[in-house]
């Protein structure tokens, strides 16, 4: 096998060409995903919205939680959006979308669940 040596390292294509395949998967399913996810809490979003409408007769309160939903609407619309429009594809995507996970998704389903106080919080922690 040819190696490539670069500044004393030593580099194999084969080895470049899977990690690059191996990132190229993980953004198709990461793309997969969350164009999964992202109807579901639309879906999500507007019958609970709804819902709080019948008890307690507005649609929406502005509690922690259904902010951290919206935000988190927000930016997998814009995910979704850079990736169908602008085409960002592959590590720069990769590394975003790790980061959104991460961040906003367990704020929202256990940062706001635990430490917050509101109509959806269950602040044992606080």
């Known amino acids: 096998m040819k190696y490539f040596h ?6 194999s ?5 899977r990690k690059w395949q ?3 998967e993980l953004d198709n399913w990461s793309y997969r995903i969350i164009s999964l996810g992202f109807p ?27 902010t951290w939903a919206l ?7 814009i ?4 990736r169908m429009i602008k085409g960002w594809q ?12 991460f961040f906003f998704v367990w704020i929202c389903y256990l940062g706001v669940n635990l ?3 509101g109509l959806h919080s269950y602040g044992w922690l606080v």
């Not at 670069?6 to 580099?11: D, G, N, P, Q």
């Open 6 to 11: 670069i500044k004393h390292k030593k580099y």
């Open 79 to 82: 995910y979704l959006h850079t």
């Open 22 to 24: 191996l990132i190229k």
């Open 115 to 117: 430490l917050g106080k």
């Open 90 to 101: 592959g590590k720069k995507n990769g590394n975003y979308s790790f980061v959104r996970f």
């Open 13 to 17: 294509p084969f080895i470049n060409f």
């Open 71 to 77: 935000i988190t609407w927000l930016i997998f619309a």
């Open 40 to 66: 579901l809490l639309t879906i999500g979003i507007l019958s609970g919205a709804v819902w709080a409408n019948e008890a307690w007769g507005s649609y929406w309160n502005w509690d922690p939680k259904e």
